[in-house]
């Protein structure tokens, strides 16, 4: 049970960490002196759902995927808080640019598969 609590955390997390980007205007940032939710209980009914059906989805991948996903995760929470806020407005300003300069960034950063 204790795995699965942690897995649903990660996931609750990755939900969160996705909304809030997706739901902050463009060149905002997160206001002093707010957290982000930090659980189940702090979650609305659509971070929930969402959070629901991630950990759903998880469940469901081969288990060296769910281990590298474990381990990002573990790596994105052992950054300093000024380090994730530069990757969230990163990743916003991406989410901004037009579909074919997307793919163009996506297919310049694929790593090429392990042989």
């Given at each position: 049970?204790?795995?699965r609590d942690?897995?649903?955390?990660?996931?609750?997390?990755c939900a969160?960490?996705?909304?809030?980007?997706?739901q902050q205007p463009q060149g905002t940032e997160h206001p002093k002196g707010t957290e982000h939710p930090k659980g189940w209980t702090d979650?609305?009914?659509?971070?929930r759902y969402r959070a629901l059906k991630n950990y759903h989805h998880h469940q469901q991948l081969p288990q060296e995927?769910?281990?590298?996903?474990?381990?990002?995760?573990?790596?994105?929470?052992a950054m300093p808080e000024?380090?994730?806020n530069r990757i969230r407005k990163?990743?916003?300003k991406?989410?901004?640019?037009?579909?074919?300069?997307?793919?163009?960034?996506?297919?310049?950063?694929?790593?090429?598969?392990?042989?």
């Open positions: 049970m204790r795995l942690g897995l649903m955390t990660i996931l609750v997390a969160i960490a996705g909304s809030t980007v997706a979650l609305g009914p659509r971070e995927h769910r281990e590298t996903v474990e381990r990002n995760y573990e790596r994105w929470q000024h380090e994730r990163n990743y916003e991406f989410r901004q640019l037009p579909p074919a300069q997307r793919d163009r960034l996506r297919q310049q950063h694929q790593t090429p598969p392990a042989k």
